[in-house]
């Protein structure tokens, strides 16, 4: 079983990414939340956005609500993280995660409640 960020990059001060994370090994996605989180140099992990398992809740740290967007196709099992309006402090290293909650109709983003991690993505915005 494996998560894989992608998407990352340099970028302007309001600029756009979209990662995505791409799993693999999994019977279905489906019966996984799916979170985003970041971690800036010298600073801790923070957890920026998840998504339920049917993708009816989301949730989002207020530093990027309406700026991310947080998605995911489970056909394609993969969760996507639309950022726009980026801004300098969004610069971080960004890992997704899994955790099982098929019958859980919210998410919750807590680091250590996570089944599965992915390696990050580099995203590094400009001013």
């Known amino acids: 079983v494996q998560l894989q960020a992608s998407g990352g990059g340099l970028v302007q001060a309001g600029g756009s990414l979209r990662l995505s994370c791409a799993a693999s090994?999994?019977?279905?996605?489906?019966?996984?939340?799916i979170s985003w989180f970041r971690q800036a140099p010298g600073k801790e992990r923070e957890g920026v956005s998840c998504?339920?398992?049917?993708?009816?809740?989301?949730y989002y740290v207020d530093s990027v609500k309406g700026r991310f967007t947080i998605s995911r196709d489970n056909a394609k099992n993969t969760g996507y993280l639309q950022m726009n309006s980026l801004k300098p402090e969004d610069t971080a290293v960004y890992y997704c995660?899994?955790?099982?909650?098929?019958?859980?109709?919210?998410?919750?983003?807590?680091?250590?409640?996570?089944?599965?991690w992915g390696k990050g993505t580099q995203v590094t915005v400009s001013s």
């Open positions: 998504i339920s398992s049917s993708g009816d809740a989301t």
């Open positions: 995660a899994a955790d099982y909650s098929l019958n859980r109709s919210y998410c919750i983003v807590d680091h250590y409640g996570m089944d599965y």
């Open positions: 090994g999994f019977n279905n996605l489906g019966y996984f939340a």
